[in-house]
């Protein structure tokens, strides 16, 4: 009887609606029929996230949820997929299925499931060295997302992921580290395995340090996945992260020793104290006050342990990457900085800051003072 009531108020709702509006109202069968497969489809997203599901994943995909793909939810569909891949047999297998299952979704209004599996696809293919491939399948992801006003957050980070092991892959560190921090940006760290937050972490910072194109580690620092490297013997990278962001040369040659156990750090030793070298002038500039800024190069190479013939070449360095902003008096050798980018503070630096603005602070009261005593009888007038 309820359920006959259910019916009878639906089909005269549909009756009373506008014609525009009546599309939107489905029938009593309709809707029963769509939530006993969202509800069927959740049930097998469950059973197949169960680790004893392994062995029946890719039987049960293939014989039964294929029969029914076009009824489901297709993202989910596709997740489901995902999940009976990974009991293929070899890469080889795998990348055939996926490649499958992703031409079963390839339709107008199911892109977002496209891409999701498309990514995966782009995946298995770097992982047997098809990096031209691979490539290819991720540019037409970013076509399409780029369509997209709005997507599930599990397709952007499903792309961003393989993004980022694709150019980890290729060596190009500035975009690895963007699409690392993106892909991070879109799940829960929670849910990722330990040793794979700590392998992140550890492939996160060696990318900062080599990057030609990074010279502010702030969304790192700030992030904490880093924390992942605290209780690891890698702990020593978090703390040269920090060394850098604040242009600690002393703590720098502490923890310098450690660079030889990383092939691509110790590479790249001489361009890491370039690095170094470049933070502790920007840490100079940074902490003395905005009117005090004409710095002598004998200063400069006090502060930054670089030969007093070198600092012309290291100022410049700071101006053409935009650390720094201002010009070079090459005959009284000084550098006049106006502006210095400005980065994450650790709590030394945020104590430096508050005691300048106290100093300013101050600075303001005793101007007013003065102005208050010389200017009786203005005020008086």
Same mark, same amino acid.
């Given at each position: ?196 937050? #700590? ?22 620092? *700030? ?8 209780? #690891? ?36 030793? *001489? ?10 002038? #920007?840490? *100079? ?67 430096? *800051? ?28």
């Amino acid at each position: 009887m309820e359920a006959q009531k259910i019916s009878d108020f639906l089909a005269e709702q549909l009756q009373q609606a506008p014609e525009h509006c009546q599309p939107a109202f489905l029938s009593f069968e309709d809707y029963w029929e769509r939530k006993l497969w969202h509800q069927l489809t959740d049930a097998l997203i469950d059973f197949f996230r169960l680790p004893e599901s392994a062995p029946q994943r890719l039987p049960m995909f293939k014989t039964f949820v294929l029969s029914f793909a076009d009824k489901i939810n297709q993202l989910k569909f596709v997740s489901l997929g995902l999940m009976a891949a990974e009991q293929c047999g070899d890469d080889n297998e795998r990348l055939a299925f996926l490649t499958s299952l992703a031409d079963k979704v390839n339709k107008h209004d199911t892109q977002d499931a496209y891409i999701y599996a498309l990514a995966d696809v782009a995946n298995v293919k770097q992982r047997l060295q098809n990096l031209e491939g691979a490539q290819k399948d991720l540019e037409i992801c970013q076509r399409v997302l780029d369509t997209f006003d709005s997507v599930e957050t599990v397709v952007h980070a499903s792309f961003y992921k393989v993004n980022a092991d694709y150019y980890h892959a290729k060596q190009d560190f500035a975009t690895f580290y963007k699409n690392a921090l993106l892909y991070l940006a879109c799940i829960d760290l929670s849910t990722l395995p330990e040793q794979e937050r #700590t392998t992140r972490a550890y492939n996160l910072s060696v990318a900062a340090l080599v990057s030609d194109a990074i010279y502010n580690f702030g969304e790192l620092l *700030m992030h904490p996945i880093l924390d992942s490297l605290t209780e #690891t013997p890698h702990s020593w990278l978090r703390d040269l992260l920090f060394a850098f962001n604040r242009g600690d040369l002393t703590a720098y040659d502490v923890l310098a020793g450690n660079i030889s156990k990383n092939k691509l750090l110790e590479e790249n030793r *001489m361009f890491l104290y370039q690095k170094i070298s470049l933070a502790a002038l #920007t840490e *100079m500039v940074f902490r003395r006050p905005p009117h005090d800024r004409n710095l002598s190069f004998q200063a400069i190479s006090g502060e930054t342990k670089v030969q007093p013939n070198e600092i012309e070449h290291l100022v410049m360095k700071a101006l053409s990457l935009g650390l720094l902003r201002g010009s070079i008096d090459q005959v009284a050798q000084v550098a006049m900085i106006n502006w210095v980018q400005p980065k994450v503070l650790d709590m030394g630096q945020i104590e430096g *800051m508050r005691n300048r603005l106290k100093d300013w602070d101050a600075g303001v009261n005793q101007l007013g003072h003065w102005i208050e005593g010389v200017g009786k009888d203005v005020w008086a007038a």
